[in-house]
């Protein structure tokens, strides 16, 4: 039996002692550069391996998987939340179960998220040496537009796990909480004491700050465009540490340099690394001074990266051993 880890991991090592007596490889360290599909459906073929550990960068499209389950492939398991890499309905069809780790970073994202939020509503990128000149850096009258967290409002995007853990660090500064998501069951606004509105608008007008924790499909992608950020009022703030797609890069780019928004914080892009993006250079260049970015690190810590490797590891030694997965998502 063998476990193929596909991209980013150049080493295996630990899943070989989550995994004791499977074969465990990382496709990285064996070719030597970063795996194209074709360079993973090549190394399948030539070493079959029944289960494979994805990170995110490698994008799994219909020929790919229609080839890699020619060559033996049973499951994919996606090291992390988001599975947008993946064609799943393709893999439906080639027969291919796959995977994800929901569960492994919910508190470190949540508090990147607090973070983010803090770093918005509290100014601090006036604080910054580049802010202003010299001699006018304490003069504390720049930071005057800052208003009380105790009070205001924060719309959450998506209330899932981290959507639910990002609410209960808020309500703990004394924001009101109030949120969007059509697939959570009825009832669990008054389980977290807070506040279901039943559409977009709704969620955007009058808040003061914004955070998103949705996932990344067709009904969210660009969802956050020029027209629903002009639903914000022009003192709101942006933080978004789920998918880069789920913003229009380019409409928020415009609001903030327009001012037509106060601020965002950003841990996630739409092309990562970024490519040709205005947003990036601009933030790269010191352009925006009321945007800060992060390198998608908020689900980041010793412990988590620990916690999703055993858990990614876990769940392909299920689909070896033929054992229902814990999460499946085809």
Known sequence: MR???????????????????????????????????ADLVRAVEERPAAVLITWY?????????AA???????????AGVGYDNIDVIAAQTACITVCNVPDY??????DHAMALLLWCLRDLSAALPTATRPEAWWDATRFASIQRLQGSTLAVLGFGRIGQATARRAQSFGLNVRWYDPYVPRGQDKVTRTTRVESLSDLLQDCDALSIHCSLNDETRHMIDAAALALLP????????????VIDEQALYEALRTRRLAAAAID???????????LFDAYLRGELQNLLLTPHV?????QSARELRRKAAEEAGRLLR?????????
Request: charged share 15%; aromatic share 8%; net charge negative.
């Open 234 to 245: 022009p003192h709101a703030v942006v933080v978004n540490t789920a998918r880069g797609p």
């Open 322 to 330: 033929g054992e229902p997965p814990f999460n499946p998502v085809t």
């Open 3 to 37: 476990v193929l880890i596909t991209d980013f991991q150049p080493d295996a090592g630990f899943e070989c002692e989550v995994l004791p007596g499977v074969e465990v490889d990382a496709l990285l360290s064996l070719i030597g550069h970063p795996p194209t599909p």
């Open 298 to 302: 908020a689900w980041y810590s010793q």
């Open 268 to 278: 996630v892009l739409q092309h990562e690394p970024p490519v040709e993006n205005a």
């Open 57 to 65: 960068e490698m994008f799994f499209n219909a020929p790919t998987l």
């Open 105 to 110: 970073g919910t508190d470190e994202v949540a």
């Open 68 to 78: 890699l389950s020619r060559a033996g492939v049973r499951g994919i398991v996606r």
